[in-house]
Antibody, heavy 122, light 113 residues
Framework: QVQLVQSGAEVKMSGASVKVSCKAS????????ITWVRQAPGQGLEWMGW????????NYAQKLQGRVTMTTDTSTSTAYMELRSLRFDDTAVYYC???????????????WGQGTLVTVSS | DIVMTQSPLSLPVTPGEPASISCRSS???????????LDWYVQKPGQSPQLLIY???NRASGVPDRFSGSGSGIDFTLKISRVEAEDVGVYYC??????????FGPGTKVDIK
């Protein structure tokens, strides 16, 4: 069965960096992308970006450009999202989801990780 | 960028009764291939989001048939034919026209009256 298992909760100081992992299993990793979405406390879903597990191509939300890097390790079927220069408003639950390789007619984001709470403190 | 709006933002429902959520896109999501690139998700309390509907009207695997999606162009609707207690949560529409860049609507909170 398809599973995405994320790393555990993190508490970081303002200005620091965080790296969240998302380990995929139950499907061919390189046949899909990974979508990253975050949710601030009490707020809605915010698309952060995407990475192709096939060729490493990325697409980041404009507001995060320059602070976020998404990578994959195909040998372990693991995706990573690193966010730098953390601010208080980066406090959120971060989700990975099995995404598309491109716009296609298959379901998008059909499996999600359990979420990783990142708390930015002073 | 495509902006997604939803109404209502809060929807108290009675079990056994139908419910409906509207979603509007700032751009036409219908492409020349005949597909509308609009998906629906639900986030139940304390859980990760889960896909309900893709391409406007296709139920995702395992989704009960009381859920249906309709609409075309810029206006879309998610309907629950008979609400059950387990359907409480926040429902989001999301444009997938610009995939893999996605935009979510603000969400509609469904709870029991």
């Amino acid at each position: 069965q398809v599973q995405l298992v994320q790393s555990g909760a993190e508490v970081k100081m303002s200005g620091a960096s965080v790296k969240v992992s998302c380990k995929a299993s139950g499907y061919t990793f390189t046949n899909y992308g990974i979508t990253w979405v975050r949710q601030a406390p009490g707020q809605g879903l915010e698309w952060m970006g995407w990475i192709s597990a096939y060729n490493g191509n990325t697409n980041y939300a404009q507001k995060l450009q320059g602070r976020v890097t998404m990578t994959t390790d195909t040998s372990t079927s693991t995706a990573y999202m690193e966010l730098r220069s953390l601010r208080f408003d980066d406090t959120a639950v971060y989700y990975c989801a099995r995404g598309p390789l491109r716009r296609w007619l298959q379901p998008n984001n059909d499996y999600w990780g359990q979420g990783t709470l990142v708390t930015v403190s002073s | 960028d495509i902006v997604m709006t939803q109404s209502p933002l809060s929807l108290p429902v009675t079990p056994g009764e139908p419910a409906s959520i509207s979603c509007r896109s700032s751009q036409i999501l219908l492409q020349s291939n005949g597909y509308n690139y609009l998906d629906w998700y639900v986030q139940k309390p304390g859980q990760s989001p889960q896909l309900l509907i893709y391409l406007a009207s296709n139920r995702a695997s395992g989704v009960p048939d009381r859920f249906s999606g309709s609409g075309s162009g810029i206006d879309f609707t998610l309907k629950i034919s008979r609400v059950e207690a387990e359907d409480v949560g926040v429902y989001y529409c999301m444009q997938s026209l610009q995939a893999p860049l996605f935009t979510f609507g603000p969400g509609t909170k469904v709870d029991i009256k």
